[in-house]
């Protein structure tokens, strides 16, 4: 007879290969046509509501890893919370303005944007938006992501961008918006204004120049006796382009200053920054002449190098002494500072270059000229003049701008403003309000709002919401008022914010209009739009205040730390201004995605991993664990190996699924199942673990502390489950009769860890928790989807103290007598372990621990027989000694035939006559 065919072995259709590229795009057809997350959405009405509100992704170019990184955590979250209880929709979104958009637009009808017609360049603009948006919208589904992705809000819609208009219209109303003369960052790539939060650092190698500006006017500062003719200011700059629009030389008002002589010639500098500035343009010893401080040599005048004009000298606090003379060059035309210290000092604000970066006729000599090949010109007119002291170049790091790459310069411009320090204080209390993860995201953020200047958020581009902006033609004041706002978002609700070009003034205008300044009745509009960062900054009422599903202000914003500068804040400060407090609750905030050596992703180097590629090879759920498995508030490294190592741990998890399916597969759980008091103490054992676990992961996903989830649940599959549970329940498993009170005991436990194991691992392994779920036995009533089940219970019943302290410490000797069975098993003394018969020596506790559990030994050490023999020291010489534990271990072949059918050595073996190769155990289970 086949005595395998009597054993209860594992049977189930559950796929031990995951073949997840193949087999995840049918799981998303089951969730499509099931419609899975409406009916999640429709089940959770009138629960609590969770509102995650997704920032805005751009709409151009595939997603990469950082991009899965953040949907994933999104989505971890959302499925979370949706299991605990709550009403949590998500609503993805995309931010569809902007340049790079343009100029994708711009590439593909192939012409300069001066010559084309607004209408022509923003319908090409959205087309190449949406093609972008169903391209992304089509990769984050793939990676399992669920949300209402048919009706996703998307800030180039009318609803939106009325909505938006409302968002300016308020903050005018209450005097935040303001047109003023500011130096503002500029890139002359792009041909528009930019806000901070659109500026990147690199390096950049730039001239270094000092240069003479000489003495027009010392107003009795000079020292006694000394010839005014070789007297000379010494300015240091990188920029010598910006010369033409010098107005002034800069001093600390506290640092000391000499006259100090060379070569025949005085220079007036910083006493601190003598040596050195001899040193850079190798000249010889410096005579000091006089020291005073630069207070008193406010006032004193000099010409500028060669145009006819003077330089005064002012007083700021902005110099220093880390480079150059202490004499700092000032153009407020191109510098904040610069601009601060001629809005203090009336100083002429000369900005002597146009929007592409040339220079204006007020360039001089110059006109026509890009800014950065005037520089060598403007050298050669220095020596020319005799007043160029040194020159060299420098590497350092400088602005640039994060859509081009290009370095910008500064630029005094007219621009629409809000007046951040309009609400500062109230943003400032509002941060305080919210909950920062990490906690150091609201130091970083209070930093940025406290020291950021107002924000510029007008910009020169046609493909972006217009600012709501009417001037009078009579006397060229600006309107903007409750009527416009509300006839401008009215039009934008009807026929999007292209209508703006579409109409007049007139037409867009309530009739019988008139100039609340002047009564006149002619206007025309602004022609600048909005920054984007206002865009998607109104997103919290465009979305949270519009939706019916959602709620303001959010439970959460979750994006990377760049966006402290970012969506964070331009968020923050719109709702601050009309709302009062922050759009939303807590913050959380990942790190960046990086390669396996921690270096930046990069093309150049060849280091970029491509999600899609990842799907490919190895399915969507191994790029899930491997968010989960990061702690993600530092950058995150992937790589080839990472990724390898992970499908690893992924190939445990399902193993652990398999076995618990096929070992389940003839149990129904509303009938087979047994009571808590007819479990063994084993079985106890494993779910009071089984608790803990629960517990463990219900902290990580409550405290987002994700890694901490996934080295829970490996851990668990991996040790507690596959080293010694499931490993000692297989003789009862398999060899019990199929209804025996201790099989259905051992698949009572096995249902309920494979039932919460689905469950708390649903949000992170989506496709393969819904793939089990399928070939799980379920109890009436249960849903069709593990994404509409509910979290597992608690149990703190399972909570036993004593009987965890007990299997704690009998557990511990069991490890110990594993060690002992496998060097005898390399020895060849024995080859399985149920070859072998265990004699073990101990003393005290541990001889009590072992004598407790005697008759359960041989099965809880898969071995044939067991003794336990009191004192450690009447062990052979030959038996393992237990470190730190009075343990001895002596393993020996089994006496007695092996069983064919359980192949535990017996001396019953051969006593019953209809199976005579049988143990006794196993002929009376047959019968």
Known sequence: MDYSKTLNLPQTEFPMRANLPEREPELLEYWQDKKIYEQRVTRAKGKPKFILHDGPPYANGNIHAGTALNKVLKDIIVKYKSLRGFDAPYVPGWDTHGLPIEHAAIKILGLNRHELNPLDLRRECKQYALKCLDVQRASFKRLGVSGDWDNPYITLFPAYEAKQIKVFGEMAKKGYIYKGLKTVYWCTSCETALAEAEIEYAEKKSHSIYVKFPLVDDKGNLPVGVDSNNVYAVIWTTTPWTLPANTAISLHPELEYIWGEVGGEIYLLAAELAEAFCQANKLGPITVLAKMKGE??????????????????????????????????????????????????????????DQAGKFTAEGGKFQGMKVEDANVPILKELIERGLLLGKGSIKHQYAHCWRCKNPIIYRATEQWFASVDGFREAALEAIKEVNWIPAWGEERIHNMVADRHDWCISRQRVWGVPIPIFYCEKCNEH????????AVSDLFRREG???????????????????????????????????VWFDSGSSHAAVLEEREELSWPADMYLEGSDQHRGWFQSSLLTAVATRGRAPYKTVLTHGFVVDGEGRKMSKSIGNTIDPQEIIKQYGADILRLW??????????????????????????????FRYILGNIADFDPDRDAVGYDQLLEIDRWALL????????VVRSYEEYEFHSLYHTVHNFCALDLSAIYLDILKDRLYTSPPESPERRAAQTVMYEILMTLVVILSPVLTFTSEEVWRYTPKRSGMPESVQLTEWPADHPEYLDAELEA?????????????KALENARRAKTIGHSLDAAVVLYADGEAYEQLKAVADELSTILIVSA???????DKAPADAYHAEGLPLAVAVAPAVGDKCERCWIYSDSVAKDQEHPTLCKRCATALK
């Open 497 to 531: 914010s292209d209508s703006w070009w579409a109409h007049s003034a007139a037409e867009i205008l309530p009739a019988n209009f008139r100039c609340p300044h002047c009564s006149h009745d002619s206007f025309r509009k602004e022609t600048d739009i909005m920054d």
């Open 296 to 353: 008193s040599l406010n006032g004193m005048t000099f010409a500028h190098p060669f145009l006819d004009r003077e330089s005064p000298i002012v007083l700021g606090e902005h110099v220093t002494l880390e480079q150059g003379t202490g004499c700092v060059h000032t153009a407020p035309g191109h510098g904040q500072d610069d601009f601060e210290m001629g809005t203090k000092y009336g100083l002429p604000i000369i900005c002597p270059v």
């Open 866 to 872: 067991v003794q336990v023999v009191s004192g450690a």
């Open 479 to 486: 309107i903007v008022n409750d009527d416009t706002i509300a």
């Open 689 to 696: 673990r089984l608790e803990q676990v629960r517990q463990r």
């Open 806 to 818: 007990k299997w704690d410490k009998i557990l511990l000797l069991r490890g110990e007598i594993t």
């Open 627 to 656: 968010v989960a498995s990061a702690d993600y508030k530092n950058d995150i490294r992937i790589s080839g190996e990472i990724l390898k190592q992970l499908a690893e741990v992924y190939r445990k998890i399902r193993n652990t």
